[in-house]
């Protein structure tokens, strides 16, 4: 069945750290991939995309992600974390000749000072 | 203008109450969506609008009644709803065709129903 999972449903780290937050799908072609981030009451903004082309993305807020194929994942990495990164991401998939979105269950990103 | 805005902000509302939400973009994208979205869940798609007209209907209950009066603007009328429909109401907008075209969204209204 098609899917887009994400393992980690909640996840806390130090301002400072590192950060990897998975995603992986299953799709019987490669579908377009979205990180898409919601604060607390807020709507969506969207951090980064893949189509196609070179695997590692960059997006905004210093986000970037890496598209595998060989695994079906998409995760999405930031190099240090910062206290207004806490909110929730979520992954989303359009499948290749679809135009709606498939939302992950989303990662609550907890940031400790 | 990259924005979408959404009015009201909050909203409170009986059983019984008639009100309606609004949306409007001016993107000049032809592709609108009304997602529902309970607390610490995805959104999920309600209606799809592709230019102007409804494209797609995820089930929802007649007592939620989308309109799309003109390519700007999105309206989602709420008639006797139940208390389970309490979430936030997010709208979204893009450009219209297979591809995986960005949605963008707008901040939502949190509606609580009594």
């Known amino acids: 069945a098609q899917s887009v999972t994400q393992p980690d449903i909640h996840i806390t780290v130090s301002e400072g750290a590192s950060l990897e937050l998975r995603c992986n799908y299953s799709y019987g072609a490669t579908p377009y991939l979205f990180w898409y981030v919601q604060s607390p009451g807020q709507g969506l903004q969207l951090l980064l995309k893949?189509?196609?082309?070179?695997?590692l993305v960059q997006g905004i807020k210093g986000f970037e992600a890496e598209f595998k194929r060989s695994q079906s994942s998409f995760n999405l990495r930031k190099p240090s974390v910062h206290w207004s990164d806490a909110a929730e991401y979520f992954c989303a998939v359009v499948p290749l000749y679809g135009q709606n979105f498939v939302f992950g269950p989303g990662t609550r990103l907890s940031v400790l000072p | 203008d990259t924005e979408v805005t959404q009015t009201p902000k909050h909203l409170v509302m009986g059983m019984t109450n008639k009100k309606s939400l609004k949306c409007e973009q001016h993107m000049g994208h032809r592709a609108m969506y009304w997602y529902k979205q309970k607390a610490k869940k995805p959104p999920e798609l309600m209606f799809v609008y592709s230019y102007e007209k409804l494209s797609i209907n995820e089930s929802v209950p007649s007592r939620f009644s989308p309109e799309c009066p003109n390519s700007s603007l999105l309206n989602l009328h709420l008639h006797a709803l139940q208390p389970e429909d309490s979430a936030l109401y997010l709208c979204?907008?893009?450009?219209?065709?297979?591809?995986?075209?960005?949605?963008?969204f707008g901040p939502g209204t949190r509606l609580t129903v009594l």
């Open positions: 893949y189509f196609s082309g070179d695997t």
């Open positions: 979204a907008s893009s450009q219209v065709g297979i591809g995986g075209n960005e949605q963008f």
